[in-house]
């Protein structure tokens, strides 16, 4: 069964350093997310991808993120200057459809630990 | 801002006991899908609502859509240690493009 792989399983940085999470998403997938997760805590929405633009942000998702599908099978989540709240469990996800309308494949998660 | 809340934040149940989890939005929802999420895991979907007063089920999970689309429910019938997780409602706005995901559910199954 296809699925949607994250790379790498765990990144330790330190404040103030750049980190890019790579994400290969399911091939005839269309839409592509990141999420992300603090410890115990519930899932929050970053950005939604399609088409090779930005379609929706939070307001988690500022100036220090950015989102890119380089190629035609991966795509990544930059944090330009971490900080020690960045730390958290960071999910992409793909759907064949829009959010309205299908399921959303996460992938396993990179742990960002920023110290 | 848009709310998911979910309610109990943690249950404990015998194994062979029921289960519900309650979701609650604070706006009308286009639609809900659930998710489980292991220990250690990643979110799994587990279905999708769209319709007003929906219901629909899986083997022993249940699970409603409100009539006003504001809140879903999750129910488990005699539970297994398999069931074991955490439980996610996410609901998305007429608007937008974004799954709200709610505050998780987490069930421990004492065999």
């Known amino acids: 069964e296809p699925e949607v792989t994250q790379t790498p399983s765990h990144q330790v940085t330190q404040m103030g350093q750049e980190v890019i999470l790579r994400c290969v998403p399911i091939s005839n997938h269309l839409y592509f997310y990141w999420y992300r997760q603090i410890l115990g805590q519930k899932v929050e929405f970053l950005v939604s991808?399609?088409?090779?633009?930005?379609?929706?942000k939070s307001e988690i998702f500022d100036d220090q993120f950015s989102v890119e599908r380089p190629d035609g099978s991966n795509f990544t989540l930059k944090i330009r200057s971490t900080k020690l709240e960045d730390s958290a469990m960071y999910f992409c996800?793909?759907?064949?459809?829009?959010?309205?309308?299908?399921?959303?494949?996460f992938g396993p998660g990179t742990r960002l630990t920023v110290t | 801002g848009q709310q998911v809340m979910q309610i109990p934040q943690y249950q404990h149940v015998q194994e062979g006991e029921d289960f519900t989890t309650y979701c609650n939005s604070s706006?009308?929802?286009?639609?809900i899908q659930w998710y489980k999420q292991r220990p250690g895991g990643h979110p799994v979907f587990l279905i999708q609502l769209v319709k007003s007063g929906e219901v629909k089920k899986q083997k022993r999970l249940t699970f409603q859509f409100g009539e006003a689309k504001k809140n879903s429910s999750l129910h488990i019938t005699a539970t297994q240690t398999t069931d074991v997780g955490t439980y996610f409602c996410?609901?998305?706005?007429?608007?937008?493009?974004?799954?709200?995901f709610g505050t998780g559910t987490s069930l421990t199954v004492i065999p």
């Open positions: 996800a793909s759907s064949r459809s829009a959010a309205g309308g299908g399921e959303q494949y």
């Open positions: 991808f399609y088409n090779n633009e930005i379609s929706e």
């Open positions: 706006t009308t929802l286009s639609n």
């Open positions: 996410a609901g998305l706005r007429y608007t937008g493009n974004q799954f709200y």
